[in-house]
């Protein structure tokens, strides 16, 4: 079922989503080569703790650590550790989802790390430029597939691989919750938009295969099966009487 949030949890919804947004920046500094994932992990919990706050993600179905950390070839819930050290050339997602108030923002953004390849750097910024482009389609009365049709359009004609596994998702007072939004062509027609929903658009997107591998061990860390490399972004949206609001961006 699809969850229309009213006017007092989507004032709420904005206070976490601009936490979020405040979180991800007040981190961007830190990623630089030398820096382990861990480091930036406690970063993250340190503030967010210091400023009321909690981790969505620490504890969320026996995750270990308060933010998820990919780098590289790590699609997604890359598990932050102190020998993942960044090297010039990296690039690392950071997905925060910070708890305020009883409500999630969720958020993330792909760093580059010192000088990167320029391959790399154009699938980081095609993954961003195809964010931005699914959020365009967000209004009432549109399907939520129409996001993943207009994403699809932009990508798959440059070669990339959409990952289909995973997708974005409706959030509140839970940290995953209907609508399911996809990022690639699914072929069908999903539920339509109404004002008041609140999900997020995150294109996981990779320069090989559009296929994961999901780790045996630790349950968590997605990997592309071709072992290249994949870029990620993530905004929280409000769909509003006349079009869309994107909640995680500071104030």
Known sequence: MIYIKNKTEIDKMRKAGAFAAKLLNYLAPYVKVGASTLELNDIAEDFTKKNGHRSAPLGYKGFPKSICSSINQVVCHGIPKLEDVLK????????????????????????LVGETDPLVKKLVDDTEKSMWIGIEQVKPGNRVDEIGNAIDDFLTPKGYGIVRDLMGHGVGRNFHE??????????????????????????????????????????????????????????????????????????
């Open 88 to 111: 010039e050339g990296d690039i690392i997602n950071l997905d925060v989802s910070p708890i305020v108030d009883g409500y999630i923002g969720d958020t993330s953004r792909t760093f």
């Open 178 to 251: 209907e609508p399911q939004i996809p990022h690639f062509r699914m072929n069908r027609k999903l539920a339509k938009m109404e004002a008041g929903m609140i999900f997020t658009v995150e294109p996981m997107v990779n320069l090989g295969t559009w296929e994961v591998l999901f780790d045996k061990q630790d349950k968590w860390t997605v990997r592309t099966k071709d072992g290249k490399w994949s870029a990620q972004f993530e905004h929280t949206i409000l769909v509003t009487d006349k079009g869309y609001e994107i909640l995680t961006q500071e104030n």
